[in-house]
C-alpha cells in the first residue's frame, strides 16, 4: 500500500550485517518514511502517522535482535578460538620440550662439569697465594711500623704550627672586634640622633595631614548629607507619583473590565433573547403544521415531546 514503509526480517537483518549494506538500506528506510505526508486533522490521519512511526519501531527491533544474534555467534566462535589456541599451545610447548630433552640433558651435564673444573683451578691459585702472602707479611708490617713513625711526627710539627698562627690569628681578631664595635657605636649614636629628627618632622608632617584629612571628611560628610537628603527627597516625590499614576491606571483598567464585562453580559442577554424568539417561532410553525393533520390537544402534546427530545429518531434543527 502506499502508506506502508519497508520491512525486514531477522534473515535479512543478519545478511545486511554480514555484507554491511545496513547504512544504504536505513538511508531508504528514511527517505521512505520522510517521504509521508501526514496530517493530524483528524483521529484518522493521527492514527495513521503513529502506524507509520510504529513501523519504524519494528524495524529497529529486528535489527537490535539481528546484531544481538550476531554478537553471541561471534562471543562463542572467539570463545572456541581461544581454547583451541591455548590447547595447541600447551601441547606443543610440552612437545617442543621433549623433542629437546636429549640436548637439555647433555647442556645441563656440561655445565656442571665446567664448574667442578673452575672450582678446582680456584682451590690452586689460592693456596700458592696463600704461601706467597705469609712470606710478605714480615716485609710489610716493617714497613707500616716505619711510616707510622713518621706520620706521627709530622702530626706533631704540624699541630704545633696551627696553635701558634692560630693564637696569632685569635690576638689580630680581638683587636678587630674591639675597632668595629667602636665605630658601630659612633655610627648607631649618630643614626639614632638622625631618625629622632626625621621622626619629629614626619610627626609634624603626619598631624598637618591629619588635620586637612579630618576637614576634608568634615566637608565631605556635610556634602554627602546633603545629596543623600536631596536623592530621599527625589525619590519620595518619584514614588508618590509613581503611586498616583499606578492608582490612575488601576481605576482604569478596573473601569475597563467593569464595562467590558458588562457590554458581554448585554450581548449575552440580547443573544439568549433573540435565540428563544427563533425557537418559539419555530416551535409555533411546527404546532400548526401539526394542526393541519391533527386535533389541536394533540397537536400540543406531541409538538411538546418532539421540543423535549422524547420522541426517538426526531430532532428539530433550530
Do not use: C, W
Not at 702530626?155 to 665605630?183: D, F, L, Q, S
Not at 527625589?234 to 488601576?250: G, Q, T
Amino acid at each position: 500500500m502506499e502508506n506502508e514503509i519497508i520491512v525486514i526480517d531477522n534473515e535479512l537483518a543478519i545478511k545486511k550485517f554480514k555484507d554491511k549494506t545496513l547504512e544504504l538500506f536505513l538511508k531508504d528506510v528514511e527517505k521512505d518514511a520522510l517521504n509521508f505526508v501526514g496530517s493530524t486533522d483528524t483521529d484518522k490521519d493521527r492514527k495513521l502517522i503513529i502506524s507509520k512511526a510504529a513501523s519504524v519501531g519494528k524495524i529497529k527491533t529486528t535489527i537490535e535482535k539481528a546484531k544481538k544474534t550476531l554478537t553471541e555467534e561471534a562471543r562463542a566462535f572467539v570463545t572456541s578460538v581461544n581454547a583451541q589456541g591455548k590447547m595447541s599451545f600447551d601441547f606443543l610447548t610440552n612437545l617442543q620440550a621433549e623433542v629437546r630433552k636429549p640436548v637439555t640433558e647433555y647442556e645441563e651435564a656440561e655445565k656442571l662439569r665446567i664448574e667442578e673444573e673452575r672450582k678446582a683451578a680456584e682451590y690452586i691459585i689460592d693456596h700458592e697465594d696463600a704461601l706467597k702472602e705469609d712470606e710478605l707479611y714480615d716485609l710489610r708490617k716493617e714497613k707500616e711500623l716505619r711510616e707510622e713513625a713518621d706520620r706521627k711526627k709530622e702530626e706533631t710539627r704540624i699541630a704545633k704550627e696551627e696553635a701558634e698562627a692560630e693564637e696569632k690569628e685569635r690576638v689580630a681578631r680581638e683587636e678587630r672586634i674591639a675597632k668595629e664595635a667602636e665605630e658601630k657605636a659612633k655610627l648607631q649614636a649618630a643614626k639614632i640622633i638622625e631618625d629622632a629628627k626625621h621622626a619629629q618632622i614626619q610627626a609634624e608632617k603626619d598631624k598637618a595631614l591629619a588635620e586637612e584629612r579630618h576637614k576634608s571628611e568634615i566637608e565631605q560628610a556635610k556634602k554627602d548629607k546633603k545629596l543623600a537628603e536631596e536623592k530621599a527627597e527625589l525619590e519620595k516625590k518619584e514614588a508618590i507619583e509613581k503611586a498616583r499614576k499606578d492608582a490612575e491606571e488601576r481605576i482604569k483598567l478596573e473601569q475597563k473590565i467593569k464595562d467590558e464585562n458588562v457590554r458581554l453580559q448585554k450581548e449575552k442577554e440580547e443573544k439568549a433573547a433573540k435565540n428563544m424568539n427563533h425557537r418559539k417561532n419555530i416551535n409555533r410553525e411546527i404546532y400548526q403544521d401539526f394542526l393541519i393533520h391533527i386535533p389541536n390537544e394533540m397537536a400540543i402534546k406531541v409538538t411538546k415531546l418532539i421540543v423535549e427530545n422524547k420522541i426517538n429518531h426526531v430532532s428539530i434543527g433550530y
